[in-house]
């Protein structure tokens, strides 16, 4: 569901749909960005990890990373701040 989601949204983005512009996508935007959001750990050594799967993780950081660049919404950072935090913490120490 969370790859699924991003890669919906990430077509709307790219063509400057948001959810701050009104438009006939808004809701829908807004929709997937807030189940991307509540996905997303809020505790713990997985806080900001969106799922189980680091494929999905990174298609939703590239979304809410995507949407809060269009938008500058205070309420999109935190999230992907800590979508980007996790993938830094979940680095291996050789790289990749």
């Known amino acids: 569901n969370v790859a699924g989601t991003a890669f919906a949204l990430l077509p ?32 713990g050594a997985s806080k900001g990890q969106f799922g189980s799967e ?9 979304a809410l990373g995507d949407a809060f660049r269009l938008t500058r919404d205070p309420a999109l950072k935190g999230p992907a701040q800590a979508g980007v935090n996790f993938l830094v913490a979940a680095q291996h120490d050789g790289g990749g």
Do not use: E
Not at 14 to 43: C, E, I, M, R
Not at 54 to 61: K, N, S
């Open 12 to 43: 709307f983005l790219a063509a400057g749909h948001t959810h701050k512009k009104a438009g006939p996508y808004q809701k829908a935007v807004q929709g997937g960005l807030n189940a991307l959001v509540k996905t997303q750990t809020q505790v």
């Open 54 to 62: 680091m494929y999905a993780h990174c298609l939703a950081v590239m």
